[in-house]
């Protein structure tokens, strides 16, 4: 199984190849300007590295979000239209979900997307599976509710520092703190509706909160 | 090479839309998904939310085009795509699209500018005579383009404020006239008089220029005076009005121009193309001096990517090609878009 790996839902951009679970290609950059310029060429390059043509790519997965709306659109666009034209099964991983896979750990593992103002996208995952679901949420709160005993955090751990500390915490190391392509190859099952399929922002676009609220009120 | 069979996609604002053209000149399919109806809450476009309906609709939409056009991805000869201007994150999501498609089945791209798109709209009514004069007008654009040959285009006059589109939607908004205003004031204006004599702005002597804003307050000004004075203004008179001081200056500079450029044609596009108060007003001052008038169906007047399609034939057989690193341009020049 031929399979091409996007994640764009971040600053950083990664693309990645396997084949028969094993990694043929990869490439990351941690801190992407571009993503709608380079994501193209990237998975270009990495296609004529190993010498595939698009019509041999059998399965494509991507991560869906949460984390940069822009970010999210190019590659679900981009994976969802492949998917498409070259009719082959698409897979959407949640990019907490990613990020939680990175370390190899027996700790349940809390992934953070700093959303600013103290607020964060929160996964939290062991062994890969979801303790709660994904949320937008602030941290402090968050923490309060869920955590029990220790767990691993990886992501943007440096804007919560101050909220952390008082938990009994371990931070995951430099390399292993942010998932990468290559680590959605463990993410192989529940292909979706490749018309249907969408981001998940766990937000509403603002003026459709706005309005709902106005409705609320009356 | 002029024979062509090119894939168009169009998502720069409130529109998803793929169109098949055969040879810059038939539309196999031009479907268009509008979000008009998710907007109208709003009272206006939401950058956001359009960005996110383009995401949901896009391969809807693509796999409607070829089913309607009969065709298959290894038919088309290129994929094009609206590069600019236009809101960012729609067009991102048109471009990520086009890129997966003329990746997947290793097909030229082409990046086309959204008003060379509306320009074109005309090909397919009557065929391209240079030099010709276009008179841009929509939401974003009121501007006066000369084009000597396919893909060059001078814009010799544009508005130094509003658009005349938006300041219809600004006076459809004093009026509570519902969104979009554009249409609407059109209906009430044909149903009225000018009897508030609005001013003319025609600027400096000879200039192409339009200004708007001038004319817009005054709507406001008109509307505001009456209710203070516990008066009730005649909405039709004051749409009537209004809409006559816009088309007035309109055409009489789009004439102006066509004369002393020795223009063949003059040629209308836009989303006020379909504003039923220009057209007649256009097609009288044509036919007085004797110059010929092309506009699109009102089908084609609003965005589209079957005009995309026509623009990126003409950048194709030119030999203009894009890579895969293209990006969207929100502020996309239209003189230097289209050259290869
Ligand atoms: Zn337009």
């Known amino acids: 199984m031929k399979q091409l790996m996007i994640d764009t839902a971040t600053t950083r951009l990664s693309v990645a190849l396997s084949e028969a679970g094993e990694i043929q290609a990869e490439a990351t950059v941690m801190v992407s300007k571009n993503h709608a310029v380079t994501l193209m060429p990237m998975i270009e390059q990495l296609m004529a590295a190993v010498k595939w043509t698009p019509n041999m790519l059998e399965r494509i997965v991507v991560t869906t979000g949460p984390g940069s709306y822009t970010g999210i659109r190019i590659g679900v666009t981009t994976a969802k239209t492949l998917a498409y034209t070259l009719n082959l099964p698409l897979i959407g991983v949640s990019a907490l979900k990613l990020m939680a896979a990175a370390p190899n750990t027996d700790l349940p593992v809390v992934s953070l997307i700093d959303a600013r103002r103290g607020n964060a996208y929160i996964g939290y995952y062991q062994h890969n599976q979801a303790l709660t679901h994904d949320q937008h949420a602030p941290v402090a709160d968050w923490l309060r509710l869920n955590s029990q005993g220790r767990f691993l955090v990886v992501g943007d751990i440096e804007p919560f520092r101050d909220v952390l500390k008082d938990y009994e915490y371990v931070e995951a190391p430099a390399a292993h703190r942010y998932g990468r392509a290559s680590d959605l190859v463990v993410f192989s099952d529940e292909t979706s509706d490749v018309h249907a399929f969408e981001p998940e922002y766990l937000r509403l676009a603002e003026a459709e909160a706005k309005w709902l609220e106005g409705q609320n009120n009356g | ?109 082409i990046g086309v500018h959204h008003i060379a798109g509306h320009i074109y709209a005309n090909e397919l009514v009557e065929q391209m005579q240079f030099p010709l004069v276009c008179l841009v007008v929509s939401g974003g654009h009121t ?135 220009l057209r007649a007003a256009l097609q009288e001052a044509a036919t007085a001096e004797g110059i010929q008038l092309v506009i699109p169906p009102l089908d084609l007047c609003g965005d589209n990517a079957g005009m995309i399609g026509v623009a990126a034939h003409h950048a194709y057989v030119r030999g203009k090609r894009d890579t895969l690193a293209m990006n969207a341009v929100p502020g996309l020049s239209l003189e230097e878009s289209m050259t290869v």
């Open chain 2, 1 to 109: 090479m002029n024979t062509s069979l090119i894939l168009s996609i169009e998502s720069s604002c409130d529109e998803t839309s793929v169109a098949l053209v055969k040879d810059g000149k038939t539309l196999l399919s031009n479907v268009v998904s509008s979000q008009i109806e998710s907007h109208k809450r709003f009272g206006g476009v939401v950058p956001e939310v359009a960005s996110r309906h383009h995401v949901e609709r896009i391969t809807y939409v693509i796999d409607d085009a070829l089913s309607e056009a009969g065709v298959t991805m290894e038919d088309v000869d290129a994929v094009a795509v609206t590069q600019g201007p236009g809101l960012v994150g729609a067009l991102l999501v048109g471009i990520s699209a086009a890129k997966a498609l003329a990746f997947a089945h290793q097909k030229p791209l």
């Open chain 2, 143 to 277: 501007e006066l383009i000369y084009m000597p040959e396919h893909g060059v285009f001078e814009v010799i006059g544009e508005t130094r404020d509003d658009a005349a589109g938006e300041a219809y939607d600004k006076v459809a908004r004093t009026l509570s006239l519902p969104y979009p205003g554009g249409p609407a004031i059109d209906r009430l204006a044909a149903t009225g008089e000018d009897t508030y004599n609005f001013p003319r702005v025609r600027l400096e002597p000879g200039s192409f220029d339009f200004s708007f804003s001038g004319l817009k307050s005054s709507v406001i000004n008109a509307v505001h005076n009456a209710e203070q004075r516990g008066e009730t203004v005649i909405p039709e008179n004051l749409a009537a009005s209004f809409q006559a001081s816009v088309i007035e200056v309109l055409v009489e500079k789009a004439i102006r121009a066509v004369k002393e450029k020795g223009a063949k044609q003059l040629l209308v596009a836009g989303g006020v193309a379909a504003n039923r108060g």
